[in-house]
């Protein structure tokens, strides 16, 4: 067993590099945007929650944050009547509980407070880190391929000006698109899923048995030459120019978010925010790597992380 005086100060060590540079900021950033959005919180209220959540992933416990957050907020929605639950998550998923189809109160919720809290743990983590993950990857890639950071600012301005961009602004951006689509194409969140069949199914020429998980690796499928190409290692936002399910050679190809109806959820809010922050930062930065970063630190601009979260509430109360 690990001496847990090491094993923690290794976390803190870890955890300290994670928290420094451009991840930190789009973390930060992130977690604002999907507590204001789906919790009608903020990242300053939250921001104990995301800290214990970091930690227990860091310990790699599952991935979960501290409900007491979610607690609070869903026990203080239980305390109000019926119609006053709230229009964000935590309400929304009260209402169905309590409700029925037909608009009748219920006596017992359907979901049970373990299960609730779950759900809104899912949203706090998937709307917080794989979102800050794409926008990480999206800058770095950018500096290093200053061509396409070029070419994405050319169409935010051309579409946006220098005003925040609308919904309708941020639609027309389709050189955004492809890019965003080829970086979670190649360095996507999701590294893997996994599926257990209720029976037996056959998947090609394989059997696979009932309860027999099965891994499917995302990243490994992405960058299949027979399926993408031999240029299926390189990025070349090109491929997604008609879109995802032309990109490769079979439309089901692009699994980033998965596919069928337990597919993301969150893919449109992800590619909404990803695009409104990437806009708003072209708008006013270029970025290039620091000739000492070690792939976290960019040398250019230094982005204030207030600025950016007061820049997309904005946006947010402007077009939502
Ligand atoms: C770049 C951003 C994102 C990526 C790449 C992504 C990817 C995925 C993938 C691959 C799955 C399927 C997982 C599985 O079946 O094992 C999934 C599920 C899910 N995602 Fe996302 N996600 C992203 C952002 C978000 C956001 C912003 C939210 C919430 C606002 C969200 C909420 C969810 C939920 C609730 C599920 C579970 C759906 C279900 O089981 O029915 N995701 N996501």
Redesign the pocket.
């Known amino acids: 067993m690990l001496d847990q005086g090491v094993e923690r100060s290794s976390i803190q060590q870890r955890e300290q590099r994670n928290r420094s540079g451009v991840q930190q900021t789009v973390s930060e950033l992130t977690a604002d945007v ?1 507590s204001r959005t ?1 919790f009608g919180s903020s990242y300053k209220e939250g921001k104990e929650a995301f800290h214990a959540q970091k930690q227990l992933l860091s310990l790699d416990h599952c991935h979960g944050n501290s409900p007491q957050c979610a607690t609070a907020r869903i026990q203080s929605r239980l305390t109000s009547k019926v119609s006053e639950y709230g229009d964000e998550l935590p309400g929304a998923m009260l209402e169905t509980c309590f409700t029925t189809e037909h608009g009748e109160k219920r006596d017992e919720l359907v979901l049970t407070m373990d299960e609730i809290i779950d ?1 809104c743990k ?2 706090f983590f ?2 917080n880190d ?2 800050s ?2 926008l990480t990857w999206t800058m770095f890639l950018l500096s290093v391929y200053p061509e396409w950071q070029e070419r994405l600012r050319e169409e935010v301005l051309r579409e946006c000006g220098k005003k925040n961009p609308t919904a309708e602004m941020l639609r027309r951006l389709k050189v955004m698109t492809m890019v965003l689509l080829e970086l ?1 194409r190649l360095y ?3 590294i893997f ?2 599926r257990k069949p209720i029976s037996d199914i056959r998947l090609g020429s394989l059997i696979i048995p009932k309860g027999n998980g099965i891994v499917i690796p ?1 990243p490994m499928l992405h960058r299949d030459k027979e399926v993408w190409g031999d240029n299926a290692n390189e990025f070349d936002p090109l491929r997604f120019e008609d879109g995802a399910t032309k990109a490769a050679k079979i439309p089901q190809a692009f ?4 596919l069928g ?7 449109n ?2 590619m909404l ?2 695009k409104s922050v990437m806009a708003m930062i072209l708008q006013k930065f270029s970025f290039a790597l620091s000739p000492t970063s070690d792939g976290e630190g960019f040398a250019t601009a230094e982005i204030g992380t207030t600025e950016m979260i007061e820049q997309v509430e904005k946006q947010r109360t402007s077009t939502l």
């Open positions: 999907i789906a759900e899912t949203f998937a709307g794989n979102t993950h794409l979670l996507g969140p999701g899923m996994i995302i699994i980033a978010f998965s109806p337990r597919s993301c959820i969150g893919r809010f992800a925010e990803a």
